[in-house]
Each structure stands twice: as C-alpha cells, then as structure tokens.
C-alpha cells in the first residue's frame, strides 16, 4: 500500500503557531500546492493560554517567540505573515 499523500490533495493546518507554520512551510516546499493555514487571531506566531484552578494559574503554552526561533521568523517574513511585536 502507497501512504504518500496525492500531491493535489486539499490539505488544512490549524493554528499558525511555530508547528503549523513549519509544517505549511516545508509542505509547500514539498510540491503541495493545496495548503491552507488557519489562525484564529490576527498575527502568526501561537498564544499563550494559561487556566486558573482553586485560585491558582497555570501557563498551557508558549507566550513568545524569541528572536531565537530565526527559522520560524524567517518563515513567516517569505509569506508575508504579520507578527506582534512587544514595545
């Protein structure tokens, strides 16, 4: 059995966090041409998401990307995504 997946196949990422962008990045690069990123907020990058239980709060994600994710933000400037900057 073939697993390789038909290069004209519709092919959705959610989120536009550091793993959906590379993953939409090197599928593109692969010849699928097909590929649709979607993000709930206006800017690419991920959220942080933190929950609070019995009065306490707990961070559930990343809050930034750091100038040190150079291949992520070298990604998002080649498609032309908008990224939040901390002032």
Known sequence: MD???????RICIIGAGPAGLTHAHYLK?????NVHLLEINPEVGG???TLTFNN????MGAN???PDYTHI???AAEYG???HHEK
């Open 3 to 9: 697993n390789k997946i038909d290069p004209r196949a």
């Open 29 to 33: 690069k692969a010849g699928y041409n």
């Open 47 to 49: 959220k942080s998401h």
């Open 56 to 59: 306490r709060s707990f961070d």
């Open 64 to 66: 930034y990307l750091t």
């Open 73 to 75: 933000m070298e990604m």
């Open 81 to 83: 995504a908008k990224m």
